[in-house]
């Protein structure tokens, strides 16, 4: 087994938290120092501070170069905040070039600016990698739309989804990816973030943006891709996680209108179903009128539920003409589920440990149960 090379996040907010917190699953890295800009507020707390959940016994740093001389790789990752890349990233990317660090790049730069970085690292004799939102490392393209039937899938599959952006899928789908590995399954995945190689699977593909690709063409190229991963990778479930939101809140706030969650469920259909909300004051009846609009709308039932702890705040929002979020503590959230139990579709969160265990327990009974009405 290779030696994992010592990883520097910067610069980190909530955005990062996934890396922290399933750490185990990053094959390749050890994660030995986490830095946030002096102005964000977190210096000198635990990660587990940026995304209201526990303490993860990582502390946040404010010191970029001091902290230089304990890493061997420094990763630059997207921030909630917006950063001016050429005053506050690049000149940190220079200098841990110059300090002989490898770099791994999770924004959205351009293609000179990557050349240039790349050919400074290799004189350097690091490396360079990048991991954006806009480069495609699917295989597929509009190319291989030859056959335009649907294939069945033989594997079960598991869909991850939310109402919108911002409710912890990518938590949901790590989570679940680390306790089915645990309990011995292969588990495939195709996952929401466009780094999901650094964990071991799947970006979801970039032809399902395309402006060039029907959308028809989407959902016969999207079953194919399925199919591919489950006759390559052999696995024993396979987990989808779908970017955006599932239904528009209001004329405003659109979510896209849940356009690729209708076309992934076109594509393939899931054995089980998970889906995520924001937090809020809701009464029972809200989750069933919900599981309700997405058996009619997707065509697929809701297996369980997750209340994240991120609330929108509609007042600035409105304000401001953008989507804008709270965070809460997560202890709200599971003081929240208590007041849901008289639902017949459980309700997790993922912050929970034991919460995040059970979740996982209860999609493999459930797809226990689903296999065993197919053999009658």
Aim: aromatic share 10%; net charge negative; hydrophobic share 40%.
């Amino acid at each position: 087994m290779s030696k994992k090379e010592n990883l520097m996040i910067y610069p980190f907010d909530s955005q990062s938290s996934p890396l922290l917190r399933y750490c185990n699953l990053l094959d390749q890295y050890s994660i030995t120092a986490v830095v946030s800009p002096n102005g964000w507020g977190m210096s000198g707390k635990d990660v587990g501070i940026a995304d209201g959940g526990s303490n993860i016994g990582i502390t946040i740093d404010r010191d970029f170069d001091g902290k230089l001389g304990l890493c061997d790789t420094v990763l630059f990752t997207e921030a909630s905040a917006l950063l001016d890349f050429k005053i506050f990233i690049y000149p940190k990317i220079q200098k841990a070039i110059a300090a002989g660090k490898n770099i791994i790049c999770l924004m959205d730069i351009e293609n000179a600016t990557v050349e240039q970085l790349r050919e400074v690292c290799d004189n350097k004799g690091v490396y360079f990698k990048k991991f954006s939102p806009t480069e495609d490392l699917n295989p597929y393209n509009e190319k291989n739309v030859k056959d335009t039937q649907l294939l069945k899938i033989n594997v079960p599959v598991i869909f991850v989804l939310g109402m919108a952006e911002r409710t912890q899928k990518f938590e949901i789908q790590l989570s679940l990816r680390e306790n089915l590995i645990n309990a011995g399954y292969r588990v495939s995945q195709v996952g929401t973030r466009h780094y999901c190689e650094m964990f071991g699977f799947h970006s979801f593909p970039k032809f399902m943006y395309s402006c060039s690709i029907t959308e028809s063409d989407k959902i016969i190229m999207f079953n194919h891709f399925i199919k591919h991963i489950e006759l390559t990778e052999k696995p024993d479930v396979v987990i989808v996680g779908i970017p955006g939101g599932v239904i528009p809140f209001n004329n405003k706030f659109t979510n896209n209108f849940g356009i690729l969650a209708y076309e992934i469920s076109n594509a393939v259909t899931p054995d089980a179903s998970i889906l995520s909300v924001l937090y809020d004051d809701y009464k029972e009846e809200h989750f069933e009128r919900l599981s309700t609009s997405i058996r009619y709308k997707l065509g697929l039932d809701v297996d369980c539920f997750n209340l994240s702890n991120i609330k929108f705040d509609w007042n600035a929002s409105n304000i401001e003409n953008k989507m804008i979020h709270l965070t809460v503590s997560t202890n709200f959230v599971d003081e929240k589920k208590r007041s849901f139990g008289g639902l017949s579709t459980p309700i997790y969160n993922i912050l929970n440990t034991a919460d995040a265990v059970a979740m996982s327990n209860y999609l493999v009974d459930r797809l226990g149960e689903y296999a065993n009405v197919e053999c009658l």
